[in-house]
């Protein structure tokens, strides 16, 4: 008697974050059916599944249009190669992760020549904040979409999106080691630290790392001496480095996990760029300034087509503009500085980060389980769904994502 074929899913990420989110599908679709097969594109924490990449995830950390525009041969020969081996392994499932310049051209191949492989979006493109018609053209090549962030649901119906569940961020279930044990004011008891958090990307960090130096030159002058902490990852370790050698104050770079979490549950205050971190820093309660700057073009770009009270991620979530941010000709060492300063001592301006942050716990839905297992419930529990529905073929990738 022949064994029946065992469950198959195709995953494929487009960076770091999406490597990380990838292994914790994995683990938890592991723990609910032991007997699924995996392969994709990631990196080493899908490596550490089992689940080796099809090419050096490294390749595809680029961001900013003109970066994008140097390395358009290489990206399009990586997306073609991803949609021929995900056609080839015809998974019962594709799940694409975040990185949608990406991870949606690879899909939108997928459904042009595969279309009986139901595919799952793990992390809503920011369609509420720009390009809204994304969200209608997606209902053609992605069958499910896996939300890190409680108003996406409502953001995708409102604009005619695929369905989408809210699963939860990954940032929740590590949250116990982010939070000091003593509660907010402990974080102002013995020597101040300072969180910097330039970016997640070597271009980020590049065009970040001057003016975040020279505001906490500044902020040394106007709040006196505190201790300065970098995390970041080990491949950007040598970039960040390098980006902080000229710094005029000391500042020591941690890329171990254990290192990270005792600096958030330090931190008295946080300079961090928009983004992932903001949210990040709020869940664990650390007081922040934000900042991010781009190209002129890509400034024009941005301000024609967001559309959104806030780039701060955390503001976002929590609907309000409690966080400052400093974008483009705003973000000076100046403003930075004057900005940090109230922030370090228990002040109006302090106390009313902190008191909306605690909010964020109800907001983001801690305590309803990991977001990774509930991620792979909803996944398991449509498949039989998804391969009985029809599905249009896609003629051709789209021109953005």
């Known amino acids: 008697m022949t064994a029946p074929r065992r469950l198959c899913v195709y995953l494929v990420a487009g960076e770091e974050s999406g490597d990380r989110l990838g ?19 990631g990196g080493s924490h899908m490596a550490d599944e089992g689940v080796p990449s099809l090419f050096p995830l490294g390749e595809l950390a680029i961001i900013g249009f003109a970066a994008i525009a140097r390395s358009l041969p290489a990206i399009l020969t990586r997306i073609a190669q991803t949609a021929d081996a995900v056609i080839a392994a015809q998974p019962d499932l594709l799940v694409v992760i975040d990185s949608p310049e990406f991870t949606h051209r690879v899909a939108r191949k997928v459904r042009a020549r595969a279309p009986q492989i139901p595919i799952v979006d793990y992390v809503c493109p920011s369609v509420w904040a720009w390009r809204p018609g994304r969200a ?181 979530v929590l609907g309000t503009n409690i966080v400052p941010e400093y974008l483009q000709g705003g ?32 907001i983001m839905g801690l305590g309803q389980g990991a977001p990774s297992d509930r991620a792979a419930a909803i996944v398991l529990a449509k498949l039989p769904e998804f391969n009985r529905e029809p599905r249009e073929k896609v003629a051709s990738a789209p021109r953005t994502a």
């Open 136 to 316: 209608k053209a997606m209902r053609a090549y992605i069958d499910r979409v896996l939300a890190l962030l409680p108003f996406e649901p409502d953001a995708m119906a409102r604009l005619g999106g695929p369905p989408t569940d809210f699963v939860g961020h990954p940032l929740a279930e590590q949250v116990h080691e982010l939070r000091p044990d003593g509660g907010p004011q402990s974080r102002l008891a013995g020597p101040a630290m300072l969180l910097v958090m330039p970016g997640s990307r070597s271009g980020e960090i590049r065009r970040l790392a001057a003016v975040f130096g020279a505001a906490l030159g500044q902020l040394a002058a106007k709040a006196g001496p505190f201790d300065v902490v970098v995390p970041t990852v080990p491949r950007l370790e040598a970039v960040v480095r390098e980006a902080v050698a000229y710094w005029p104050v000391p500042a020591r770079i941690v890329t171990e996990t254990a290192e990270k979490h005792g600096a958030f549950r330090r931190a008295r205050v946080a300079l961090t760029k928009s983004g992932t971190s903001t949210l990040e820093l709020a869940l664990a309660g650390v007081p922040m300034v934000a900042a991010y700057k781009v190209s002129r073009l890509e400034e024009w770009v941005a301000r024609a087509l967001i559309k959104v009270p806030s780039v701060i991620l955390a503001n976002l």
């Open 331 to 362: 973000c000076t060492a100046e403003s930075l500085a004057t900005a940090l300063a109230p922030l370090m001592s228990d002040t109006p301006e302090r106390r009313r980060q902190v008191e909306a942050f605690a909010g964020l716990d109800r």
């Open 23 to 41: 292994a914790a599908l994995i683990r938890a679709l592991r723990r609910a059916r032991p007997d699924i097969e995996f392969q994709g594109v």
